[in-house]
Structure formats: C-alpha cells, structure tokens
C-alpha cells in the first residue's frame, strides 16, 4: 500500500450533521486511508457558539470566523450551515478561492443549484451534494453514473421521511395525524417548519434536484404540481388498507411526449408496490431506465450519521480525484402537461346516505365510472359522515370539473379529498 | 457545452451482452455525450462467427482476430467472451498494452480478479467490472463511492436469478424444482451449466467479488461454504409460507469477532425481510453499514441491457477519469469461524407419525428445543411422508451432532432438509 495522501476538510457548520461527520472520519479514518490512500483531517470547524457541548469534537478546531474556515489551507469546504444565508455567500467565497465544495443543502441547491454548479464549473473545482437528497442512499451517484447509459423513463421516491412517519404512524398505530407529526417533531427528523414536509416542499426540492440530473437541464421548482398530506384521515387511510392500498406521500417525475411532468402527491399505492413496504423515516426511489428498466434503493433518507456518510463520500471521491465536473445543461427541460388517467380515491363529508346517489350521478355526467354499490359509507369519530369511492380511470382535467359541479349540488360539509391509486 | 471527446471502445465477444452495449450505445449515443460529453464508437468487434445475423451491429466492424481488437488504437478494451480463456490472456494483453479494460466476467475475477486488478493498477489504467455483479444495480460503486465512509457489519442477497426464479415459480405457480428450472433456461437467463446456478457457485463468486471489496483483501472462493438449491421440494415452500416465510436462495456475508463468514444457502426469510419480495430472475443486496444503517438496493440482475448499462458506465467513468484504481490489498481477510445461533426448518422423510416423538426426543437430548405439538405431518405427492419442525436457536455444531444422531435412528426414509430462519 502506498503512502497515504493528506486531505484537509474545512467544515462549516457542527450541528447533527456536522457533528456526524467528525465522528465518522474519526472512527474510520484507517479504512478510509486502506480504501482511498486519502488520510482526512480537519482544519477549522465554523460554529456559532463556542461553549456549547459536542462531545467527541476537538474544540481547538472551533471557531466563529467563516474565514478562518475557508481561507485556511482546506482543500476541500464542507457546507452544513444548512438555509439560504449565510450558506450561499459561504460557498461563493469557497468557490471563488477555487476550493471544491460539497454541501448536504437542498433547498439552497433547489433555489441556486445551477448558478452554483456553473460556477464551480468555470473555476474548475468540483462541487458535491450526495447528501441533499435521500442523505446515505447514493442515488445521485446512481443517476450520474451507474446509470449513465440509460434514458431515464421516470423517478418515483419517498423522498420526505416526516410525512411517510406520519403516514406509517396513522396506518399501523392508528395515531392521528398532528399526534404523529409530534412524534416525528419529537424524534427530531421533521424541518424546523413542518409545512416545509406535510405541505410537499421539501420532497418537491429534492425531486427537482433530481430531475435535473437525470433529464441534464434545469427545471423551475413551480413547475412541481405539490399536493399536501394534512387532509389525509385516519379514516382515509384505513379505507386504503381496506381497499388494499397504503397512503403513501409520493414525488414522482415521469417523461413523456418530449417532457417531464413532475409532482409531489398522495397517493394510494397497492401493497405489492415497492414503496408501498417503505416504513417510518425510511427514502427509497424507484428509477426506471430504459436499459436497466425497473431499479429500486432504499435506506435511511435523514440523520446524522446517514447524512454524514454521504457528505464524507463526496469528499473522499474528490480528494482521489474520483468525480468529474457535473454537467447540467442551461437548457430547461421541457415541462409536458401530460395529463394521465388514473383511478382515483375520492371522499366527500356529507350530511346523509342519500348523498351517494346524487355525486355517483354528478360525476357520471361528466364521464367518470363510479361502482355506485361499491360506495363506502362512514360516520368517523368526529361524528362527520363521508361517502369514499373508487373512481374509474379519468384524467385530471375531467376530474377537475366533474368535482366542482359536485361541489354546486350543496351537499359538502367540509372539503372533498381526491387521490391518485398509483405513484 | 464544449466540444465532446472521441472515445474509442475495442470489444472482444458480440453475444447477448455485446450486443446490448451495441444497441444501447448507439441508441444513447446523444443523450451520453451531453451528460458526459464523451462520444463514443468502437473500433473493431471480436466474434468467431463472420456469418452470423447480429441485428443493429455494422458488419464492417466484425473481426475474428484478437490484436485486431485490442492493438488497434481503440482507448478501452471490453471483454464480453466470458470464462477464463481466452477471457483473461486477451485482459492480460490488452493491460499489458496499457489498455483500460472493462469485463463483465464474474467468472474469471473470482478466479483472478486480485493478479489483474494488481495488473491493471502497476500499468496504472482501469480495470471497471460493475457488470459482473447483479447486472444494471450499481452496487460496486456503491460498496466503492457511496458507502466508503462505512465500516461494512454484512452484505446479504439474492445474488442468481436463475435459483430466484425458480424459487418464485415454485411458490407462486406451484411448479415443481425441475420444470422451474427448464422453463429458466428456456429463456435464456440459466447459466450453460446449470449446476452453476442452482449448486450455488455462481452466486458465491459474485459473493467474494462484493466481500472483498467492501473488506479491502482477498478471499478464498473456497470459504465461501455453499449449500445448494436443489433439495428444496414444493412441500417444503409451501409449509415455508403457511409460517410465514418465503424460500430464497441467499448469499451472506457478515463481519464478527474480527472476521468474515460468507456463505451460500437456501433460507427461509420472513415475509417482511426485504430480500423475501424479490421475485422471479431479479436480483438484491441488502448492505449494512455503521454509518447509513440497512441499505438496499433491488433491480434486474441479468440480461442484455441490464448487463450492458453496467458495461456503459463503467467505460465513461473511465472515459470521464472519475474511477480511481480500485483497491483491494494483498493481505487475506480474516475469515471468521462464528457459529452463530438460528431458529431452523427441518423436515425429515419418515415412515410414520410416531417418528415425530422419537426425532423430537433426539433433538432436545442435544438442547435443541422444538415444539412438539406444532410439528406438521403430511403425506406429499409423492407419497412419501415427512415431518416437519421449527426449532429454538441453535448453533450450526449443535444441530449437526443432533442430526447426525436423528440418523442414526432408522426412521429416515431419505435425506433431511434443514434450513435457517433467517438471511
């Protein structure tokens, strides 16, 4: 074995993941060096307040002065400051002083990715951001390299841990939604703002992250059709299981007719689904390649050491000079309105039996089948009646207008809740 | 976008994974330059037959001489003849001429994949084999790149998808083990030899391919201890799923006290167990690692294009300098004697019930406990009668000396079955 090469590690940030990463190069920096010839070491560590406790951190190396981190002999800038500012002037200044950079950030990469990447690209430095989506699973490694040769057809992910927590929580404990919620607060896995995961942009940020890797160009964010989880019931999920379905917050990116439709949705999943089977806090994405056809990665989507085993991969692929500058094309991408039919789920609160007739008949107008027997009628907990059906397959567009006349007849006493039976 | 770079492949063997590559080159031509900005072609394509029909592959590139392939300016020699000869002396001349090589040749890397890996490594080009394990998964890069931050604790899979297939019809069609396996080499996915398949071989060398890299050193093939397939009767996957179970054939490889245990064997898995829904000839690893906890990844093991999307990308990681030479150190790694405990699944051909009292006897003279009164009695088609029993944990050594002493009983009317409960 040849002598090991020194490679000096800048980091910004020591909070969950920050400190993941000390560990982790402490615990296995000798395999890392038997694996790589890459001994790592850390210069300087950016920190907000030097007296706080983080056991197992050398705190000779902290320091408040960003400059002190990025101006000082590091070959490589590790951003876990996390947010849009400071994060970004950070790795501008990183950039500029033709440091690579490796960030676990998604939403500064979801906001900036492209300006940030082309930068690092005129200044000839590499630019790593594994641990932004799907933290330990190396599914952007995936799509830039082992699939390289493929045509990618569609990615379809679990991409949010809080919202398949809470999810999973409501269907196998049968636990509210804000009680689960808490619980994910809890355990310390949901966003500061949790409207960031139950509302869909969080998995939103991640699949356009990743979508722009597969199909090379970019894509605005807004073009991202996002559906929340809040008006998912106990109820909702219950009748799912029933029907043979798991509730399921599901990002999903599919080509077709020359673009990418993208979406963040519920959405029911039947139980043989791959991602039907993803558990708790757990990532996974199914990719479909036109060479590989249907490929599946699943793991631990959040947390610190899971986090931190991507960024550490990242930088020990750069220091032995492993990766090769991204390449995202200024083109965007084509945005397709492809408006598939699907079957779908619809529940509506109304006040009597009698209801099930009058929306079967609304929604036959306008073309869409309904198994008027197979109409499931509820009184839930809150006393709230709801009539669920399981539609034909029919586009968005018809369901649109056939759901609005519905809600003309006066029969809602509360909002109507309509989703996909697939990813 | 700049200009894009000529890349040349020189390709040795145009069968169904050479062919694949052809079309999906040629297919992906585009999309692969704008990603990588690498444009690809092949110089000369080695094939024994001049004559024969290979739809989509040019006539003029076709060859029936080596050198003409290796020594004629192309920038990457892939080796698709498969087997160890030819196979490794065209490797040998083509790394000799400081030719990157490409293989997707499990056979020959378990065979001597450490002297041509050093090879390539003291002529210091690449040597990329992505494809000889599980196909399009990317699970070498991802033991390489993704996870190399990661103390490895176990490697668990489905690593042949001629035993996964034949397993699956079993229990999905009920068909027996010798239709099953000729309806596998009717479409084309069994190896030539199927005891290849079906005695383990083939899944335990691609088992130490995947061992040695994520341990770092060389491991004997004959370590790996092999149980094979073939014992497993449609009576035993059918009592397998009535407790809850699925029969698979599964390679493991784990890490204790200092050491490796690999091995090769049919297994019942949980139905829960994520390795227990891989169907048909699919192929999956599970990877545990200290910092990403449980990893999986699930995708098609076999066939053209699957097998042909691992060649591609091994070519333009090269191509694109992203691959460092992989290494793997001459130091052996330790090989681990842990005896670790199981729940088992053992069935024993006997004249009559009472057998059930005599075996269950001898079992727990030897500390094996076993539910007697949930042992399961039944005549099967053949009409030959078994009993079946799900033991308490128990070490390999253990169950051994009870079996052995069950042998010596005279009530066995053929050879027993004993199967752990766990991957």
Same mark, same amino acid.
Request: glycine share 14%; aromatic share 0%.
């Given at each position: 074995m040849s002598t090991a090469r020194h490679y000096k590690i800048g980091l910004l940030g020591c909070g969950t993941v920050g400190q993941g990463l000390v560990e982790l190069v402490n615990r296995n920096r000798g395999l890392i060096r038997e694996r790589s010839g890459i001994e790592l070491s850390f210069t300087k560590i950016l920190v907000r307040d030097l007296a706080k406790k983080r056991p197992? +951190? @050398?705190?000779?190396?902290?320091?408040?002065?960003p400059d002190h981190v990025i101006n000082n002999g590091c070959d490589v800038v590790v951003e876990l +400051?996390?947010?849009l500012e400071p994060a970004r002037s950070f790795i501008q200044r990183a950039l500029s002083g033709r440091k690579h950079v490796v960030t676990a950030n998604k939403a500064l990469l979801a906001a900036d990715g492209f300006a940030l990447l082309n930068k690092a690209v005129s200044q000839r430095v590499q630019f790593g951001f594994?641990?932004? +989506?799907?933290?330990?699973?190396?599914i952007i490694r995936a799509l830039q390299s082992g699939l390289v040769g493929n045509s990618i057809r569609s990615l379809t992910g679990i991409l949010n841990g809080t919202c398949n927590y809470i999810l999973t929580r409501m269907a @196998?404990?049968?636990?509210p939604f804000v009680d689960a919620l808490r619980e994910a607060q809890g355990k310390g896995f949901a966003e500061a703002d949790p409207t960031l995961d139950v509302d869909g942009y969080d998995a939103a940020q991640k699949l356009k992250i990743l979508a722009e890797i597969a199909w090379g160009g970019r894509i605005a964010l807004e073009t991202v059709q996002i559906e929340g989880?809040?008006?998912?019931?106990l109820d909702d999920v219950d009748s799912a299981r029933k029907l043979g379905y798991a509730v399921k917050q599901v990002a999903h990116a599919e080509f077709n007719d020359g673009g990418v439709s993208l979406s963040v949705h519920p959405a029911l999943l039947p139980m043989a689904h791959p991602l039907a089977s993803v558990r708790d806090e757990n990532n996974a994405v199914q990719v479909k390649g036109d060479a590989v056809g249907e490929m599946f990665f699943h793991g631990k989507g959040a947390g610190s050491l899971p986090s931190a085993s991507a960024v550490l991969s990242d930088i020990v692929d750069i220091a032995s000079h492993k990766r090769s500058l991204t390449r995202i094309s200024a083109r965007a991408v084509p945005v397709a309105g492809a408006d598939l039919p699907y079957q779908r789920y619809l529940r509506f609160p109304v006040g009597?039996?009698?209801?099930i007739g009058k929306i079967t008949s609304a929604l036959e107008r306008q073309g869409i089948g309904v198994d008027r027997a197979a109409a499931i009628w509820a009184k839930t907990s809150s006393e709230q009646s709801q009539v669920k059906f399981v539609t034909q397959s029919c586009q968005a567009d018809t369901l649109r207008a056939a759901l609005s006349m519905v809600s003309t007849l006066g029969l809602l006493q509360g909002d109507y809740v309509a989703l996909r039976l697939a990813a």
């Open positions: 197992g +951190v @050398d705190r000779n190396l902290l320091t408040i002065q +400051v996390g947010g594994e641990a932004s +989506v799907c933290a330990g699973i190396p @196998d404990a049968g636990m989880i809040r008006n998912i019931t009597e039996p009698s209801a």
